[in-house]
């Protein structure tokens, strides 16, 4: 089946730090992913749509300064969190889908971000 | 607007129990309905779906049921096992689109 690959799975570093999250679609092509984040015990939030060479759709209350997403090929898309801090900790997930209309969502493993 | 109520948890079963996790949504048109299903330190994999009223979603002895007249899609197994414990996700996706929308959640346990 489809497989999203997502690196990496674990960060763990300092407050002002910059962490790059990359989600790779490894047989298949994405022209739209997807990039959640899950707070311990609660459900996964869209924080934003990234869209092949155009700019991402973040959704209310998403700081687009503070999460940066690119997504430069049909097989790649980054989310960059800029200056993390604390808060910023948290479970992050990305999807791609297939084409077509309802098609699911294939996840990727998820990135654990931990900002000292 | 579109929305997944999910029934709360956690939920702990001796194995082999029956398993009924529910879930209603509220949305505009004919949206799609899925199970998705997330185990420890791990991301979400789609469980089973279902795509238009009436359908019935199953895959690995789970099965999920589109009721359109009751906006449900309660999830349910007859026999669980311990490899079953992890936590589920119900969620839809609107008719013509490819974003989710997911309930909070419901963690199963699931004992010797």
């Known amino acids: 089946g489809a497989v999203v690959s997502q690196h990496p799975s674990r960060v763990i570093c300092k407050s002002g730090t910059s962490v790059k999250i990359e989600c790779r679609s490894l047989d298949f092509q994405a022209t739209t992913m997807f990039w959640y984040r899950q707070f311990p015990k609660q459900s996964l939030m869209l924080m934003a749509t990234?869209?092949?060479?155009?700019?991402?759709?973040?959704e209310q209350g998403v700081e687009k300064d503070k999460f940066l997403i690119n997504h430069a090929s049909l097989t790649l898309s980054t989310l960059t969190v800029t200056s993390a801090h604390p808060e910023d900790s948290s479970f992050y997930i990305c999807?791609?889908?297939?084409?077509?209309?309802?098609?699911?969502?294939?996840f990727g493993d998820g990135t654990r971000l931990s900002i000292l | 607007g579109n929305s997944v109520t999910q029934m709360e948890g956690p939920v702990t079963l001796s194995e082999e129990a029956f398993l009924t996790i529910n879930c209603t949504y509220t949305a505009t048109g004919y949206p799609s309905l899925f199970w998705y299903v997330q185990y420890p330190g791990e991301g979400l994999q789609l469980l089973l779906k279902a795509t238009k009223a009436d359908d019935k979603g199953s895959n690995k002895g789970f099965e999920a049921t589109y009721r359109k007249e009751t906006t449900s899609f309660h999830l349910e197994k007859g026999s669980v096992q311990v490899s079953d414990s992890a936590v589920y996700f119900c969620a839809l996706s609107p008719t013509g689109a490819n974003n989710l929308f997911f309930g909070t959640g419901t963690r199963l346990t699931v004992i010797p």
């Open positions: 990234s869209n092949e060479g155009s700019k991402a759709t973040y």
């Open positions: 999807s791609a889908g297939g084409s077509g209309r309802n098609q699911p969502q294939h």
